[in-house]
């Protein structure tokens, strides 16, 4: 059964897919059973948003493992149109600039031929059956509700309204501040998802994690990565929020 998670954040959803991440494509077996898990009922509406978001996950996803398994033929392919555009044109082009337009047009040609077998790729057989499957599964997916993401939800809108110099400090564990715990355990897979999601959307958050766990566990105040994550917060395309909330379930995880 392939997992996926549906969080409501005020305004705002966050939606962890078992499609999200393009280089587990290999993995994803057509006839698996897909679910949603959400704190409450979800309606068509939201229903139709996780089918978009899941949908264009797939083909990105069914796209990737085609191109990778046919790269080398690809490439043998293209490196032959260059060679042999380039010599016949060589001979049949009689130039006061030798080489230039041959390796234009053989260049264009490479590039023709590089992307016509691309797209004869992700159109391939397989590629259109896998994606239909795919789908087929997202289209007939179960809804459950589950009391941990109506916890998270609820760690996520008490962490809202607190400004980011000091959720920075807590996220640290600078200055005597800290992150509440999290009242429940979330599965491994959940914390994955999170740390992906995160790392895919809010990569500079994301490459500051492993020294945030470390100063975490450090009796140094660390200033200078709290003041590093303040200057972030400013930033409205930025999520500490997030951040705190893949940290606290690594932690929880890890001492539970």
């Excluded at 033929?73 to 032959?80: D, E, N, Q, V």
């Excluded at 996520?156 to 509440?180: F, P, Q, V, Y």
């Amino acid at each position: 059964m392939k997992t996926g998670y549906f969080i409501q954040r005020d305004n705002k959803k966050l939606i962890l897919s078992p499609f999200m991440n393009p280089k587990e494509a290999p993995q994803w077996e057509m006839l698996e059973k897909v679910q949603w898990v959400s704190s409450g009922m979800v309606d068509s509406d939201q229903i139709k948003d996780l089918d978009k978001i899941a949908y264009s996950q797939i083909e990105k996803g069914v796209n990737l493992e085609s191109q990778e398994e046919k790269y080398y033929s690809r490439l043998f392919i293209s490196a032959g149109v260059f060679i042999t555009v380039y010599f016949v044109m060589s001979f049949a082009i009689r130039d006061p600039i030798p080489i230039v337009d041959e390796i234009g047009l053989a260049s264009i040609a490479t590039w023709g031929t590089w992307r016509f077998l691309k797209r004869r790729n992700n159109q391939g057989e397989m590629a259109l059956k896998k994606k239909l499957e795919l789908k087929t599964r997202v289209s007939e997916a179960i809804s459950e509700i589950s009391p941990f993401i109506g916890t998270v939800e609820t760690y996520l809108d008490g962490l809202k309204d607190i400004n980011s110099l000091t959720l920075a400090d807590m996220i640290i564990k600078c200055h005597g501040r800290d992150l509440e715990p999290l009242n429940e355990v979330p599965s491994r897979e959940f914390a994955d998802m999170l740390s992906y999601f995160l790392k895919v959307n809010f990569p500079k958050l994301y490459d500051k994690k492993e020294k945030i766990k470390e100063a975490r566990k450090d009796a140094d105040e660390n200033v200078r990565l709290s003041a590093y994550l303040v200057n972030l917060g400013q930033n409205k395309n930025q999520d500490l929020e997030l951040l705190a909330l893949s940290i606290i379930c690594d932690e929880t995880i890890i001492y539970s």
